[in-house]
């Protein structure tokens, strides 16, 4: 059974249709959202759905996605977890392929694909994948995996306020080399869409220079709140 941890903010009726999807998912276990919105408005949202006995929902006990997914991995039971972002979707056999890969992996990630037509957005994919590859870097949109008992010896995420997946890649990534699923989970390209190609792949490589060149990861998050 996979155990799936959700970190939201603010998502609405998106995380609703994201935990319906992956209730009907099989070899799913327990599935976790964690919500620090201030107003818990994430749990609101979904509702009736929070009747499933897999389902938990939490708010969460400090803001910030490395304490969420911490929080949420605390309660789970079984043996794989998968930490997801709320605007990835998974595939319909995530469970098995995930189980595939920790036969003999500690960790591993998945390839991407954006929900975007068009040829910068294939373009931006193959980077993506192409430097997760070479680096053994991998980000909260690539639908981290791993054996729970494994996540734990870590001490899990770095209570960092950005660059928790990065910091985690990169300190356990040094030992252990990350197992790869080549199917793709879908994530949103809003990002893209909405602050332009070109600037948000400016933004992304300036913010993991500036981390590698020792500025917090508070200033970090402020930057990449607001591109400007």
Known sequence: MLDIVIPTLNEGK??????????????????VVVDASDDASDIEVIGPVGADPRLTLLAASQKGRAQQMNQ????????????????????????????????????????????????????????????????????????????????????GFSDIELMEDIEFSRRVGKYWTPGLVKTPVLTSARRWINHGTVRTIFLMWTLRLLYRLGVSPAKLATMYRDPR
């Not at 935990?19 to 599935?31: A, F």
């Not at 373009?123 to 590859?133: D, F, K, P």
């Open 14 to 31: 998106q995380v609703r249709n994201l935990v319906e999807n992956l209730l009907r998912l099989p070899g799913v276990g327990d599935l």
């Open 72 to 155: 949420g991995a605390m309660i789970c039971r079984h043996s794989a977890l998968l930490f997801l972002h709320c605007d990835t979707s998974l595939p319909n056999d995530v469970a098995s392929l995930v189980s595939n890969v920790l036969v003999t992996r500690k960790w591993g990630r998945f390839d991407i694909r954006l929900d975007a037509a068009g040829f910068r957005f294939r373009l931006i994919e193959i980077m993506i994948n192409l430097r997760s590859r070479v680096t053994r870097i991998a980000t909260g949109d690539q639908a981290i995996f791993m054996h729970r008992d494994f996540f734990n010896e870590q001490g």
